[in-house]
Nanobody
Framework: QVQLVESGGGLVQAGGSLRLSCAAS????????IGWYRQAPGKQRESVAI???????NYADSVKGRFTISRDNGKNTVYLQMQRLKPDDTAVYYC??????????????????WGKGTLVTVSS
């Protein structure tokens, strides 16, 4: 099992910055990819940024050049530095971890874990 707790959300004016943190606990050694998703009111949840265990990053086109994801494996924490925020960035941001875990029968299974989310509101 992996537990994820997000922090760092809040209210910011357009053009401002915020840094989100996601602290992982539990079977953290099983985590492969970890990243951020967001869900705006009335919209589907979408991927924002993901970082692999090897440090490879992927970003949504809408945040490229403005957001930076990083990972501190020693602290089991992933960060999302958000700059030049826009009102369209307003959403609940969720941390997601993809882990490969050992099943009771001795096999391996991929599992997705989610945090409860943190709200980011960007005012115009």
């Amino acid at each position: 099992q992996v537990q994820l707790v997000e922090s760092g959300g809040g209210l910011v004016q357009a053009g401002g910055s915020l840094r989100l943190s996601c602290a992982a606990s539990g079977s953290t050694s099983s985590i492969k990819d970890i990243g951020w998703y967001r869900q705006a009111p009335g919209k589907q949840r979408e991927s924002v940024a993901i970082i692999s265990s090897g440090g490879i990053t992927n970003y949504a086109d809408s945040v490229k050049g403005r957001f930076t994801i990083s990972r501190d494996n020693g602290k089991n924490t992933v960060y999302l530095q958000m700059q030049r925020l826009k009102p369209d960035d307003t959403a609940v941001y969720y941390c997601n971890a993809y882990a490969v875990v050992l099943t009771p029968t001795g096999g391996l299974e991929g599992m997705h874990y989610w945090g409860k989310g943190t709200l980011v509101t960007v005012s115009s």
